[in-house]
């Protein structure tokens, strides 16, 4: 069972434009969310996160967009870099549980 | 403040045999997860430990194990290993029970052949 979901396995922007990528999931007990980059053959990095009592989050070009009754999250890149290309996971917890990740959206940033 | 550091980084290991994974924590660290990720798959969980204990698991077979020293360094070990244990396995640390962000290990490429 899925809990987290990322619909789409792939997305390509022009540099400079807004990346949007989007996060479904499905247990209303998560209280946490985070949002994390992955360049191949490295570790998944910390990027933003967003606690449930909020709907906004925002660090320099990256916001984190919380909607708790459609339950849904979402990550604006604005504007977007070719250095922002990676794999970008969304994950999810409630309190003192574990980490709960979707499959990953791959963001190509084209010049 | 040096990150959180796996070893080894390759592995190739045959069918039937076991493998122990190696993974020091950031300094400080108490908690450490394991996640095994594979194409399509995404991060799936294994175990998290805090102070040495256990503290959840994920819906992995008994062939997965682990456990953490007192200094927070964690093992894992898959034993009679199969083709499907193929993958990249993430190491990841945090300070403890109420810390969210998780910061991960580069994770080390284990090959069943």
């Known amino acids: 069972d899925q809990q987290v979901k990322q619909n789409s396995p792939s997305l390509s922007v022009q540099e400079g434009r807004i990346s949007i990528l989007n996060c479904d999931y499905t247990?209303?007990?998560?209280?946490?969310f985070l949002w994390y980059k992955k360049y191949p053959a490295e570790g998944p990095t910390f990027l933003i996160s967003?606690?449930?009592?909020?709907d906004k989050n925002e660090d320099g070009r990256f916001t984190v967009f919380l909607n708790k009754s459609a339950k849904h999250l979402s990550l604006h890149i604005v504007p977007s870099q070719p250095g922002d290309s990676a794999v970008y996971f969304c994950a999810a917890r409630r309190t003192a549980s574990k980490l709960t990740f979707g499959t990953g959206t791959r963001l190509q940033v084209t010049l | 403040k040096a990150g959180v550091t796996q070893t080894p980084r390759y592995l190739i290991k045959t069918r039937g045999q076991q493998v122990t994974l190696s993974c020091s924590p950031i300094?400080?660290?108490?908690?450490v997860s394991w996640y095994q990720q594979t194409p399509g798959q995404g991060l799936q969980f294994l175990f998290e430990y805090f102070s040495e204990t256990q503290r959840n698991k994920g819906n992995f077979p008994g062939r997965f194990s682990g456990r953490q020293f007192s200094n927070s360094r964690s093992e894992m070990n898959v034993s009679t290993l199969e083709l499907g244990d193929s993958a990249l396995y993430l190491c990841?640390?945090?300070?403890?029970?109420?810390?969210?962000?998780?910061?991960f290990g580069p994770g080390t490429r284990l090959t069943v052949t």
């Open positions: 990841a640390s945090s300070l403890g029970r109420v810390d969210y962000e998780q910061y």
């Open positions: 300094s400080g660290h108490r908690s």
């Open positions: 247990n209303s007990m998560f209280d946490y």
């Open positions: 967003i606690s449930s009592i909020k």
